[in-house]
């Protein structure tokens, strides 16, 4: 996670200091709309799997937490 915040910090870098609020605002938009657009298909395979496979709610809880420390740090930027 640390490696993909690195990154993150290298491409606001390439911006001056006064645009990193603009470009992060995009880059938390576009990732809004992309959760938007494969939640739509894929809500059915995620309550599918979530009762045909109990172990993969701490899975998903996992993920779910990755997520909103990327759109924590995206938005401390």
Do not use: C, R
Request: aromatic letters at 10%; hydrophobic letters at 60%.
């Amino acid at each position: 996670m640390d490696n993909l915040f690195q990154i993150y910090d290298k491409f606001l870098s390439l911006f001056p200091d006064g645009w990193h609020t603009i470009v992060s605002t995009i880059v938390l938009l576009a990732m809004i709309m992309l959760v938007l657009k494969y939640w739509k298909v894929g809500i059915i395979g995620i309550v599918l799997l979530v009762i045909f496979v109990p172990a993969s709610v701490p899975v998903l809880k996992n993920i779910g937490m990755s997520v909103v420390d990327v759109v924590k740090h995206v938005i401390n930027k």
